[in-house]
């Protein structure tokens, strides 16, 4: 391991002694591979992932280096979602792969218009529809949410081998009604923002019980500890 490897692992370590952050920690052991570059990559155990599997990929920024990697080594039908106006810009004006398909939204508790702050850096392409550090409460725009149950009738999917989610904290509010919709998902991969909130520690125990209690474990982590990849066990 890395020296640089080291000192996140126990910056994490030190974070969830002290109580900052929800400890977690690798609940089954199964193959794992790394899709995409440094930056937008996740684990995925790829002896889950059939020819022709669907993605879900929520967030996806001006990066899809995941997508591009699921769709080259599994001839994946990858499903993309993001309602920044910077990214729709950018999927607009850049090649995408013939089997990746982008929808100019984002997931929410339920289908409705909301505002969303656009992030303070100019160079950065992520914004939240939460009012944290990194965001510019000055610098808003109204983007179109669906609620996942809608998305998957208008999709017409009943499984989902893979569901990608990096969307800037929502992922605390919009993850029980993803496991309470009927809808299968194989493995369920979500980069984590405990950071943004003063409260995150007790989301992040909340959010991980929550998919425990649905039969889901953690078969993978990143150095950073903010990717985490879970697997459906029953």
């Not at 126990?10 to 570059?37: C, H, L, M, S, T």
């Not at 080594?73 to 398909?101: L, M, R």
């Not at 609620?147 to 993850?175: A, N, W």
Request: include cysteine; proline fraction near 3%; charge should be negative.
């Amino acid at each position: 391991m890395e020296r640089n490897d080291r000192l996140k692992r126990f910056e994490y370590w030190v974070k969830a002694r002290i109580g900052k952050i929800a400890f977690i920690d690798i609940e089954e052991k199964r193959e794992k591979a790394w899709y995409g570059n440094g930056y937008g990559g996740f684990y995925v155990d790829p002896t889950l992932v059939p020819a022709n599997a669907i993605v879900y990929s929520f967030g996806i920024g001006e990066d899809i280096s995941f997508d591009k990697a699921m769709i080259a080594k599994h001839g994946c039908k990858v499903y993309g979602f993001d309602p920044t106006p910077k990214s729709i810009n950018w999927v607009k004006n850049n090649e995408t792969p013939e089997t990746f398909y982008f929808h100019p939204f984002g997931i929410g508790e339920k289908t409705e218009h909301v505002i969303f702050h656009l992030p303070k850096n100019k160079d950065h392409v992520s914004g939240s529809v939460y009012d944290h550090s990194l965001v510019d409460e000055h610098n808003s725009v109204e983007v179109l949410l669906k609620s996942f149950t809608d998305i998957t009738l208008d999709l017409g999917h009943r499984h989902i081998d893979v569901l990608k989610m990096d969307i800037e904290g929502s992922e605390y509010v919009v993850m029980e009604g993803i496991l309470n919709s009927g809808i299968s998902i194989g493995q369920i991969l979500v980069e984590t923002h405990e950071r943004f909130f003063a409260d995150g520690k007790a989301k992040g125990q909340k959010f991980f019980s929550l998919l425990h209690d649905h039969g889901y474990r953690i078969f993978a982590i990143s150095d950073t500890y903010q990717e985490i990849s879970l697997v459906k066990t029953k």
